[in-house]
């Protein structure tokens, strides 16, 4: 099968005073038509910078510094403003994390969605209002709060509408960052049920951003694993779960609560998150590995195919 | 579950904040400093670097600027350029005055005022409201008509319309500090009212207000400036920015342009130079406010 | 909408005791800190005579019965009586002078408006490049003009040595358009008279433009500050994100929100307008309530400076009463 999304050897670069910050350093990944890739790690760990890097929507003063991403066999660099502003929206769209300060505070919950189908698609505001209120229908909005504000919406509902933005143009790739961390237990499984259904449903591909492992791996196909700047572990769901075999997977796993894990100890992963202006020389794990070697100070481990469709990125395996 | 609350892309935006807005700020700072300090030096010195008595007719009245009154005179007779070198020693002994005057008010009102709280604190906090509220000029322009003309008079005038800045900002600062953990430590170890108020909160309130200082100040050149153009400021022969500007107005048809021109420029670059200075150290200082 | 309607009528009733203090203030200057009798009369006048003004303007009663007797009298919409040149009421006077220093007032705020928006914008989305700090320059430089010296430099420049445009007045004599608001602009175009039109916009031009570039430093620092805020917050790299064109996401997205808290500010800076518009008058002899109050100043008409004062308070009050209500209008989140 053809791959939706393709990324090379991306980096992400902020540029500040102190130096310069590798928030995203020689990632590479795809991700096939109608998958869902959970992209996971701690704060900080640049999950949230590559998934905004695919929008090319990196925040000043952070920039793609290099590398390659491929979205549908078109290569995104050599698109300008105008063209990836109509790829925005329209073929790959994306989902915030808090979906209180995402949507406009003046604007109608209804007027965020006929604006951005009419910045996409030559239709009458009539038109654009109909497609608006059947969609909000869908991700179970009734039509009567078309016309409210977003403060009047509680936050699941805006998650919804959030989600609706999203989806509103039928686009081939979602980004969800931190889609489901702003909101309560209870709200969270209700969006994480609409999210299955529309993945059903409309066939997108989606990336999920998130440092929660077990909310991921309820409906991701495959799982990354970020850590510094850099993929970790990439594998099936099922594989990941079966036999995570980076110890930063291990000890990631054994730190969050999982029902999937029955009595597991849980512990926490010993050490300081990494420094991204200066990163280690080997691999970036190594001071909090328990299982470092001399080569892994010296060496940076390549990121191999270990089994089939399982990578890791740890000297262990080779 | 709780949301991170920093990630890489945050974390470095709230570092930017704090940092790029100083880099044009230190210029500001520098050369509102330069020009402040050289009209004080001016003001000091005047009597040394004067050429001429600024209040005695020692040229044709109305000569355009030449070699012997390089500014030109005015329609007395006397010296442009001693009249401006004089000038700055009124305006800056009556903004100092001015600035002296409804910063003590403000601030001793302020702290009085939020920490005693009550009825005391909102009638007082009102009525600074409502002068805050009011054009400042034009409450001046009454005070000083009433008060009468001179040096401290005008400088009261014009310190009542900067005494509610200080109020409010101290007042405000009070009350939030009030609350705050080492003042409720302070009081748990039985520390009188005024003990905590003089030790504990003014110093931590003070350092807030020098940022407000500079800029009122600005404001302050200005409005002295306006009453002495409406005649309200000092008594005539007195060398006066404001007033001779006023004075040059009357020949301006008459295309003689120098004895306005030249103490309008004093007003406005001394009100640039504590713009600048203010605006400088305030985004130093704090990049949050000076943004 | 009855939650709006009930918020106006909270925050009008909150503007009263507003009224009632700067009232009070202006009565306690014009009574206590001077004395209004010897500032008639200049100090050395006999003491019959003092007596008498005393007597004849009710300054003889206790402070308090003549800040009732004001207040009652205000209601009625009556000011006192001028002690001047017949007497006229005070209202009468202020009515003569008020539409000058109104249409003053809203060209010079357009114009700032106009500059200081379009300024901050381009400051703001220029963040730390040479354009900002052009504007932001501009910013501190236009608040440390001095009216008079900015006024009398354009005079120089357009009236006396290009001859383009009058130095003072409002209009040319025996134009004046037939009068229905008042304001000359407005009521020649009213009443199809273009010679006085022509006159009463060339007059204008000057001193707003002197008022309105004063004023515009103050919003280009505001759009500035508050765009740049608004622009970092998420809703707008949501909108970024759902593919608008950047003309989108800056003014319908970014401006709209910064206005917000640019319109409480307008309220704090309208006092500055005042201020300004007074020294603009005086500098262009504009026939406006600053030139009145700068003239009965000098004649120590006590009454019309009382009730010039008292008529500026009510606009004060007024106009941040108006900035409240409109604010709720743009801002849905302010009414629940």
Known sequence: MKNLLEVKNLKVYYYIREGVVKAVDQVSFSIKKGETVGLVGESGSGKSTLGLSILKLVPSPGRIAGGELFFDGKDLAKLDNKQMRKLRGRWISMVFQDPMTSLNPLMRVGDHLTETIKAHEKVTHKQAEEKALSLLDNVGISPERFRDYPHQFSGGMRQRVGIALAIVLNPNL??????????????????????????KSHNMGMILISHDISLVSEIADRIALMYAGQIFEFAETNAFFEEHLHPYSEGLLSSVPNIKLSNQNLSYIPGMPPDLIHPLKGCR?????????????????????????????????? | MIAPKYSVSRLIASKLKGLSPTRGAEYFAIIGFLIISSIILMAI????????????????????PNHKFILGTDGLGRDILSRIIYGARIAICVTFLAISFSLSCGVLL????????GKLDSILALVMDAVYSFPGLILAIVLAAMLGPGIVNTAIAIAVIYTPTYFRIVRGLVLSLKESLFVEAAR??????????????????????????????????????????LGLGLPAP???????LKAGHAYLASRIWWPSTFPGLMIVLLTLGFSLFGEGISEMLNPELGR | MASLRVYIIRRVLLAIPMILILLSIVFLIMRVVGDPVSAILGGHAPQEQIEQIRQQLGLNRPVFFQFCDYVWQLLHGNLGQSLIWGQRPVVAEIWDRFPATLELSVYAFLISIAIGIFTGTMAATHRNKSLDHVFRLYGIITYSLFIPWIGIMLQLLFGVYLGLLPIGGRIGILMEPKTVTGLYILDSFLTFDLDSFVSALKHLILPSVTLGVYLSGIFTRLT????????????????????????VVIYKHGLKNAFIPILTMIGLQFALLLVGAVL??????????????FERVSYRDFTTVQGIIVFFALIVVTVNLMVDIIYAYIDPRIRY
């Not at chain 1, 979602?174 to 993945?199: G, P, R």
């Not at chain 1, 990121?303 to 740890?314: F, R, S």
């Not at chain 3, 500035?224 to 003309?247: P, Q």
Request: glycine fraction near 6%; proline fraction near 6%; include cysteine.
């Open chain 1, 174 to 199: 979602v980004i969800a960052d931190e889609f489901t961390s702003s909101l309560d237990v209870i709200v969270q499984s209700q969006i994480l049920n609409l999210m299955k259904k529309l993945k």
């Open chain 1, 285 to 318: 794990f190594y001071p909090r590995c328990s299982y470092a070697t001399k080569i892994c100070r010296e060496k940076e481990p390549p990121l191999a195919e270990i089994k089939t469709g399982h990578l890791v990125k740890c000297f262990r395996y080779n």
């Open chain 2, 45 to 64: 010195l005047a009597p040394l670097i004067a050429p001429y008595n600024p209040i005695k007719k020692t040229g044709e009245l109305l000569e355009s």
């Open chain 2, 110 to 117: 302020g702290l009085l005022s939020g920490y005693i709280g």
């Open chain 2, 188 to 229: 748990a170890i039985g520390a009188k009212d005024r003990t905590i108020l003089f030790r504990y909160i003014s110093p931590n309130v003070l350092s807030s207000v020098p940022i407000v200082l500079s800029l009122n100040a600005a404001d302050a050149v200005l409005t002295l400036a306006a009453l002495s153009f």
């Open chain 2, 238 to 244: 007195t060398p006066d920015w404001g007033f001779d």
């Open chain 3, 224 to 247: 500035r500050t508050n765009l740049m805020e608004v622009l970092e917050k998420d809703f707008i790299r949501a909108a970024r994100a759902r593919g608008l064109s950047e003309k």
């Open chain 3, 280 to 293: 603009t008058e005086i500098t262009f002899s504009w026939p406006g309530m600053g030139t009145l109050l």
